[in-house]
């Protein structure tokens, strides 16, 4: 245990017709962490050398995009931002995060590793989420149903998606990646990965939906499906998608396709990154059977002499920016719809820990009736 006070997630419930109305919802739920946490961002991006003008220039910009590609998901950002009293730029903001991160002068964190088991019939998948020790209150658990189904998640307040999955069993978990190329004012990867919580029903139709979407900022989206599962690595030079071979699928926060790891920034993740794939595969190329979720975690904890820190703590006398810490473990079970959270590191996971949501026990928001 790290004695980190790692708080209880809150979960936020949404559900409406209207991706405006949704947006409503999630804003007047958490305005006041919403608030604080755009404050953690806006200072995280002054202490990277990102102005003010430039993030809400990038921000609107990035929004502008969202609108081009699926418009509801821009409903719900810009209601998110009406039901919270924010500006739109800044709720905006807070979805292309990472994108407005890749303008920073600092060195990022490296964050998220990923484990997928993809033998047939047990096809499940497990992520440590590393980000700023800051913002260890800024995320919540998350059930959203609208028209056409359901999903739960796990988020970052004011962020429409991040990991999650939905009640037609399509999960995703995502880790962030790094392009010479990147830049800000595309669509967002956390919009894309909501994207698909929202719209996808199959493996093959998250896949379409990813390899579409107008990134310009790099990320590896993993989707799970009790069918199978896949890594789609995004960045400016296009989608590559990285299909299941074997009993497993692992990423941490480098390419791993060749055409956009010619160009990759490896003063960001690396040697890190690296590190932390090389034990993974040494863990799992001995004895990878794991029977259901709860299995994966020790593959994603570490302590020191492993030679790799799966689970982040940040360094003695880390300074604001530079203070990274694991701050949640999630776990997704496509064929029951469930995703299970655990504040903190693998490490400090136990039983009474777990929180478990299913988005199959989601109730749809009734139909307006039409033509009256």
């Not at 440590?128 to 307040?157: I, N, P, R």
């Amino acid at each position: 245990m790290s004695g980190f006070p790692h708080p209880s997630p809150a979960l936020i419930t949404v559900a409406a017709e209207s991706a405006g109305e949704r947006g409503v919802q999630r804003g007047k739920a958490c305005s006041p962490q919403l608030a604080s946490g755009w404050q953690t961002y806006a200072e995280l991006f002054s202490a990277g050398g990102i102005s003010a003008a430039r993030v809400e220039a990038e921000a609107l910009a990035s929004l502008a995009a969202v609108d081009a590609w699926l418009p509801d998901l821009a409903a719900e950002i810009r209601g998110t931002a009406a039901g919270a009293g924010l500006p739109e730029w800044q709720v905006a903001a807070l979805n292309a995060r990472t994108e407005i991160l890749s303008l920073s002068k600092t060195q990022l964190p490296g964050e998220c590793s990923t484990v997928i088991s993809t033998i047939p019939g047990r096809v499940f998948s497990a992520q440590t989420w590393d980000w700023h020790e800051e913002l260890a209150k800024a995320w919540h658990l998350q059930s959203v149903a609208h028209a056409d189904g359901a999903f739960v998640g796990m988020t970052e307040y004011g962020i429409l998606g991040k990991i999650g999955v939905n009640s037609h069993g399509v999960g995703v978990h995502l880790n962030v990646l790094g392009h010479s190329g990147d830049t800000p004012g595309a669509v967002p990867v956390h919009v894309a990965a909501a994207a698909v919580l929202y719209y996808a029903k199959t493996l093959e139709e998250a896949v379409d939906l990813l390899t579409a979407v107008p990134v310009t900022t790099s990320s590896s989206i993993s989707v799970v499906t009790a069918e199978g599962a896949c890594m789609v690595e995004l960045s400016p030079v296009g989608a590559q998608v990285i299909p299941a071979a074997g009993d497993y699928l692992l990423h941490t926060n480098h390419f791993l396709s060749p055409l956009p790891a010619a160009g990759e920034r490896t003063e960001l993740y690396q040697p890190d990154s690296g590190q932390r794939l090389d034990l993974l595969k040494r863990r799992c190329s001995g004895h990878f059977d794991p029977s259901d979720p709860l299995d994966l975690v020790p593959y994603l904890c570490s302590r020191p002499g492993d030679g790799a820190d799966l689970c982040c703590v940040p360094a003695a006398g880390a300074r604001f920016g530079d203070r990274w810490r694991t701050l949640a473990t999630a776990l997704i079970d496509p064929e029951t719809a469930r995703l299970s959270v655990s504040p903190g590191a693998p490490t400090e996971a136990g039983q009474e820990t777990w929180r478990v949501l299913s988005a199959q026990s989601q109730q749809q928001p009734a139909r307006r009736a039409r033509g009256i």
